[in-house]
């Protein structure tokens, strides 16, 4: 698909940029302790009054990058997805990552102990998000790893995962029951300096194995056919690059919680801005993530002062109208 904004590429990364800054800034200066503009800046200088520098370091800072981090994981997952599984509606959401990462984080909670605690909770996320993209790859390989066969598949464990969540709710205390439902809400404002730090990693890890591909990528949304006439590995390319979907997709949602619509929108915008050149198209999806979910971080504290709403119900409210929006003016064509 060509770019549709008229913008130079380049124009539009930057451009792009310069709204995730911004974001980013009104994300930590937007609180309910109502901390100027000024203040917050001067605190980010390490200048200031110790109260301001420690709300600002100490919390609202994690947040705001964790925004950040966890949406460019799900832009450039989603990015991915759409183009080795020639889909676009697929995303770690709807490819049923992010519900597998909810039974494995409801399973740890049930099962009490050490176990419930945040890191068991993010290890079964994560481990039960990878177990999924194993059973898409291995299923799908059964069949002769097409396309085709790996979305239906998707779904199909979508629906299954959901069901194994809906039986875990139902059989939960209503202690454990509350802790899930606001899991599944998805929360920012649990993050910590170690969770973004390792949230970041994962990130750079994906994106370096993912840009070394960018051309094989490309080639792949000519055809399976086209892509091995030009000497790429098809099957091994979706393997591996499910492998590396399966990680970013962990990652993201295993401290935060399950986060609908930003892995689906995010390389839409980035494909109307920069086109199909994976070189451009991955980061792109990347910083496009990362500006949805840091504006929705911002939504999510000023549509009521004074109360939080669950991340995922702003990134709805976001992700739907917009990709009503996309369809209806037939952008997904050249997807």
Same mark, same amino acid.
């Given at each position: ?21 911004? @974001?980013?800034?009104?994300?930590? /200066? ?52 759409? @183009? ?26 049930? *099962? ?6 945040? *890191? ?50 139902? %059989? ?12 599944? *809400? ?49 099957? %091994? ?11 970013? @997709? ?7 919680? @399950? ?26 999806? /990347? ?49």
């Amino acid at each position: 698909m060509r770019a549709l904004t008229g913008l130079p590429p380049q124009a539009g990364i930057g451009l792009a940029i310069a709204l995730l800054v911004c @974001t980013v800034v009104v994300d930590i /200066a937007s609180g309910p302790a109502g901390l100027p503009l000024r203040a917050v800046l001067v605190a980010l200088s390490g200048a200031g009054e110790a109260t301001d520098r420690f709300i600002v370091v100490q919390f609202r800072l994690p947040v705001a990058l964790m925004a950040v981090v966890v949406g460019a994981c799900l832009g450039l997952a989603g990015a991915t997805m759409q @183009t080795v599984l020639d889909n676009p509606l697929a995303s770690p959401f709807t490819m049923g990552l992010a519900a597998a990462a909810g039974v494995g984080a409801s399973v740890a909670m049930l *099962f009490g102990g050490p176990a419930s605690g945040l *890191f068991g909770t993010a290890a079964g996320a994560a481990i039960a998000c990878l177990i999924a993209s194993g059973l898409i790859y291995t299923l799908g390989r059964a069949r002769g790893m097409g396309q085709a066969v790996m979305t239906l598949t998707g779904i199909t464990l979508m629906f299954f995962f959901q069901s194994i969540q809906a039986l875990l709710q139902y %059989s939960a205390s209503q202690e454990s029951l509350q802790r899930i439902v606001h899991w599944l *809400f998805g929360d920012l404002q649990r993050a910590t300096w170690p969770g973004v730090a390792m949230v970041a990693i994962v990130f750079l890890f994906g994106l370096k194995h993912l840009m070394l591909d960018a051309w094989r990528l490309t080639a792949l949304r000519l055809g399976d056919a086209r892509a091995q006439a030009l000497g790429v590995p098809v099957a %091994s390319l979706r393997q591996k690059a499910l492998a590396v979907v399966s990680l970013l @997709t962990a990652a993201a949602v295993c401290l935060v919680g @399950t986060i609908a619509f930003i892995g689906l929108v995010a390389p839409h915008i980035a494909r109307g801005v920069v086109g199909e050149d994976h070189r451009l198209l991955l980061p792109m999806s /990347a910083i496009c993530g990362a500006a949805l979910l840091s504006a929705g971080s911002v939504l999510a504290k000023s549509i009521i002062p004074g109360i939080v709403l669950p991340i995922s119900v702003v990134t709805a409210l976001i992700g739907v109208p917009f990709l009503l929006f996309l369809l209806l003016r037939g952008d997904h064509s050249g997807t």
